[in-house]
């Protein structure tokens, strides 16, 4: 069983930068292409950024690309979403994700790829 825990969520105002945390609980999560998605209030769940196994490989929501990065330590087992230049449209709770069963070199989009899920940390941008 895999548990993913993210963390560094909070309150910030617009123009303010936050990094996400995600903390998996094993080895084999370096083998794994991993993913962050947020759902806001009232929304559906969408995709944000996802990476590779190597971190060669990565993917982002269009409209983030120039402000979001996505990065991992398979050393630490952890993932990485550094946030720039925050909105208020930013605000939600991020999750990230872990796809098992298919191919780790590639930077899923669909949450359809992912297995595993944390419980997500609350990001909130004030205006």
């Known amino acids: 069983q895999v548990q993913l825990v993210e963390s560094g969520g909070g309150l910030v105002q617009a123009g303010d930068s936050l990094r996400l945390s995600c903390a998996a609980s094993?080895?084999?999560?370096?083998?794994?292409?991993m993913g962050w998605f947020r759902q806001a209030p009232g929304k559906e769940r969408e995709f944000v950024a996802a990476?590779?196994?190597?971190?060669?490989?990565?993917a982002y929501r269009d409209s983030l690309k120039d402000r979001f990065t996505v990065s991992r330590d398979n050393a630490e087992n952890t993932l990485y979403l550094q946030m720039n230049s925050l909105k208020p449209e930013d605000t939600a709770v991020y999750y990230c994700?872990?796809?098992?069963?298919?191919?780790?070199?590639?930077?899923?989009?669909?949450?359809?790829?992912?297995?595993?899920w944390g419980r997500g940390t609350q990001v909130t941008v004030s205006s």
């Open positions: 994700a872990v796809s098992t069963s298919y191919n780790g070199n590639n930077a899923y989009t669909g949450g359809d790829r992912y297995d595993y």
């Open positions: 990476i590779s196994w190597s971190g060669v490989t990565t």
């Open positions: 094993r080895r084999t999560f370096s083998s794994n292409a």
